[in-house]
């Protein structure tokens, strides 16, 4: 059974920091990790995936995914008050066939103007 | 882009009661799935479903669970009988395909069992 941990749990910091944020799972046969961004009420929205070793730059998001180290951290740059928001990672694991995601528990990010 | 419709938002019920949660997905998908999130707690996948079949199911899937989609309409979670652990946010995803495609997920609902 796949697991999903997540670190830190919450992170305050300063509009235009850099934040980083941690994943670590299990399975090293896991297909596509993937972030997602969710505001309070609302669904998880897409925001990035990886699946090979090595990082993914898309606008102000880099994704690094080392697989023998079964981590993937996610970076945002120039960090706004507009990217306040908790966020999932989610590995998605194949079964007898079947894909799931199996989720973290999640970064509380809060950005300060 | 793409939207995922839940319907209702919020429902309460009485214990005991039967429940059918609504799922408009992307039209042109054809993987849907169900997650349940209890607040505070991580999301959780349900089940995941295609051409009108259950193609995997959690140990949270219990037996009062059931889902369909009769003749592409909305795709439903029925709980019948409904327990007070059953209250939670439960959301539902579709998907164009299988594998590590993105899962568009809907605002959710929100359910109380009283």
């Known amino acids: 059974q796949e697991k999903v941990q997540q670190s830190p749990e919450s992170l305050i910091v300063p509009e235009g920091a850099m934040v980083s944020l941690n994943c670590s799972f299990s399975d090293s046969a896991s297909q596509s990790i993937w972030w997602y961004q969710q505001h309070p009420g609302k669904g998880p929205k897409a925001l990035i995936s990886i699946f090979s070793n090595g990082n993914k730059k898309e606008g102000r998001l880099t994704v690094y995914l080392n697989r023998a180290s079964l981590h993937v951290s996610l970076h945002i740059k120039d960090s706004q008050p507009s990217d306040s928001a908790v966020y999932l990672c989610?590995?998605?694991?194949?079964?007898?066939?079947?894909?799931?995601?199996?989720f973290g528990a999640g970064t509380r990010l809060k950005v300060i103007a | 882009g793409p939207k995922v419709l839940q319907i209702p938002s919020h429902q309460i019920i009485d214990m005991g009661q039967m429940v059918t949660l609504n799922c408009d997905p992307v039209?042109?998908?054809?993987?849907f799935y169900w997650y349940k999130q209890i607040l505070g707690q991580q999301m959780e996948f349900l089940v995941n479903?295609?051409?009108?079949?259950?193609?995997?199911k959690s140990k949270l899937f219990k037996d009062q669970f059931s889902v369909e989609r009769p003749d592409g309409s909305y795709f439903t979670l029925k709980i019948q009988p409904t327990a007070l652990e059953d209250s939670a946010v439960y959301f539902c995803?579709?998907?164009?395909?299988?594998?590590?495609?993105?899962?568009?997920f809907g605002p959710g609902t929100r359910l109380t069992v009283l």
């Open positions: 995803a579709s998907s164009s395909d299988w594998g590590s495609y993105e899962q568009y």
């Open positions: 989610a590995v998605s694991t194949i079964n007898t066939g079947n894909y799931k995601y199996v």
């Open positions: 039209s042109n998908h054809l993987y």
């Open positions: 479903f295609y051409n009108g079949k259950v193609m995997e």
